[in-house]
């Protein structure tokens, strides 16, 4: 990390994320444990670890100097994750990324080792903000018996303001990602963005069977929502950092 905050090096990309959910649930520690690489921390606060179920739209992916293409550079993405701290740096670990483009499923998990899986997508407006549909379609993702499925109606509602080190500041303003490859490598995507601006969130979950298809535990309890309209991002490239 530069003293300037940025991440060491040119960034190499950027992307566009939009009408994003941040649904958080306490999880069984001992469950996590179990399922995350032995190398990393899981992180607590106030000795809750937390799983994030993050829908949102994916727009305007791009490398530096080059044009989106039109196909590949936007599309749905729903993502699993907790958080976790490797040699002192805090992260995002990802248990599942669905996205509804094949091109970007392959990339992802061929060029960035992240469990990237194929669904059937999509994104509605409804009277009162959006309903969100995901059906997990990649065997390789439905792990215990249960198939990957999100049904979600969600908007957003007056803006809020967090504060550096409570828990929407600790769970949201997260700059990189941890993955572990089948050869043991440790790698850390690096990215950079403006603070998120979050909004109070209503949510309704019909169905969200994401958690179980992959063995991960949550609590029994009312999530905690917020909604962010809209944030643009810039992507350093994949280190190994072991």
């Known amino acids: 990390m530069s003293e300037s905050g940025l991440p060491d090096g040119p960034w190499i990309g950027s992307q566009k994320w939009r009408k994003l959910l941040f649904a958080h649930y306490p999880a069984d520690f001992?469950?996590?444990?179990?399922?995350?690489?032995?190398?990393?921390?899981?992180?607590r606060f106030d000795g809750d670890a937390w799983v994030g179920f993050v829908p949102f739209v994916m727009q305007g992916?791009?490398?530096?100097?080059?044009?989106?293409?039109?196909?590949?550079?936007?599309?749905?993405?729903?993502?699993?994750?907790?958080?976790v701290t490797y040699r002192g740096h805090?992260?995002?670990?990802?248990?599942?990324?669905?996205?509804?483009r094949?091109?970007?499923?392959?990339?992802?998990?061929?060029?960035f080792h992240l469990p990237y899986f194929r669904a059937s997508m999509s994104l509605h407006p409804e009277t009162h903000g959006l309903r969100y549909i995901s059906d997990r379609t990649d065997r390789r993702?439905?792990?215990?018996?249960?198939?990957?499925?999100?049904?979600?109606?969600?908007?957003g509602k007056q803006p809020i303001e967090t504060c550096q080190g409570d828990l929407i500041d600790w769970l949201t303003e997260r700059y990189c990602f941890f993955t572990r490859t089948n050869d043991g490598r440790i790698l850390r995507g690096d990215i950079h963005h403006a603070k998120?601006?979050?909004?109070?969130?209503?949510a309704e979950f019909r169905v969200n069977t994401l958690?179980?298809?992959?063995?991960?535990?949550?609590?029994?309890?009312?999530?905690?929502l917020h909604y962010s309209e809209h944030l643009d991002v810039r992507v350093w490239p994949i280190q190994c950092v072991n």
Request: contains cysteine; negative net charge; aromatic residues 14%.
């Open 141 to 155: 993702g439905n792990l215990y018996g249960e198939r990957g499925r999100f049904d979600c109606s969600y908007h």
């Open 196 to 202: 998120w601006p979050l909004q109070a969130c209503e």
């Open 30 to 43: 001992n469950n996590l444990r179990g399922l995350i690489p032995s190398e990393f921390e899981i992180d």
């Open 211 to 224: 958690a179980p298809s992959l063995g991960v535990t949550v609590r029994d309890a009312s999530p905690l």
């Open 61 to 83: 992916v791009r490398f530096r100097g080059l044009p989106s293409v039109p196909y590949v550079s936007s599309f749905l993405e729903l993502n699993l994750r907790t958080y």
């Open 102 to 111: 094949s091109l970007a499923v392959w990339a992802a998990r061929t060029f």
């Open 90 to 100: 805090p992260g995002v670990y990802f248990f599942s990324l669905d996205a509804n």
